[in-house]
């Protein structure tokens, strides 16, 4: 069987997710043909970069618009647009798929959904179609084309609630989780991973992530670090500060302020996200699709930072209206939310048990099983 797997460039949750996926079918049947393709860039390269300029420029310093840009193409003329210039799109993607002759095509990004789908309904294509939604709160960007989209597959049952009453036939919808690492299953060492950081197993241990290397929200990622490792006794932090130098930086120079190196170790990326997870007893961070996931299957408390305002936004509510995440908002005293935080032990305790009602962590197999029955 020869699978596609698409996905844009858009924020790195789409990629993983699809890697995720990419390495599940292979480790479930290794006589499948599989490719990974950035749909984006192979469509128009010019365009890609471009749109994946703006979305990080925009997210980063306008993240008003970017909220507005995500609430308006639900609906009305940018909808419209976003149809019309899928269709144009679609016909270079054509050129792909007769070349590759996919029997089945799994898109982590809407665009590869939405250009495809187009492409069946126009009878250009016949092959199966699987959509992988990678966030905590459905975007009707996800649906367009619907009726030709054979499987989607979202992150729990209120999404899929959501498409049913969307007139999607509840057959087509799964509730499996976003894909994640199969790494997140797998038993670790606590003491030796704390021992390699040079860290206390005696101490309660936060895993800070500052955002990715676009920094976002910069100061106000600084200030919540800041106010975290000065103001709670009894824990010592990871904090990752991803590709992003000026962060790194930041971080070392608080660290180094406050004299801190004891208990606060900065790490520039990493590759040990499931390992360091494993350790830890309360993640901060942005609530992208992806990072939420792999902190349920870690069962993670979380304080949310710095949510771009539209899908992030909207994680960040479900997290907390389920008793998983604290949102820390612009208005808030990090101070005062940690303290209330660390001081109510009960709190944290049911905000882990808590992610055992959303932790999917069996996700990616789950939807490989299902694609693997066609």
Known sequence: MKVLIFYASYGGGHLNA???????LRSLNSNLDIELIDCMKYVNITIEKLTTAAYRQMAKKLPWAWGRIYSDSQKGPLAHISSRANKIMAIKLLRLLREKKPDLIISTHPFGSQMCSYLKRKGKIGSKIATIMTDFAPHDQWLVGSDYTDYFFVAHDKMKNYLIGKNIPSEKV?????PISERFLQKFNRKEILDSYGLNENLKTVLFFAGGEFGLGKSRTLEIFESLITNIDGIQVIAISGKNEKIKTSFNEIVEKHKKENTVKVLPFTNQVPELMSISDLVVTKPGGLTTSESLASNLPMVVINPIPGQEEE??????????????KKTDNPK?????????????TQMKENTKLLAKPYSSE???KILLKI
């Open 174 to 178: 799964f509730a499996t989780g976003i």
């Open 315 to 328: 994680n960040a509510e479900f997290l907390e209206s389920k008793g998983i995440a604290v949102w820390l």
């Open 366 to 368: 789950t939807i490989c």
């Open 18 to 24: 699809a890697k995720s996926i990419d390495s599940t």
């Open 336 to 348: 005062t939310v940690f303290q209330e935080l660390f001081s109510n032990s009960e709190q944290l």
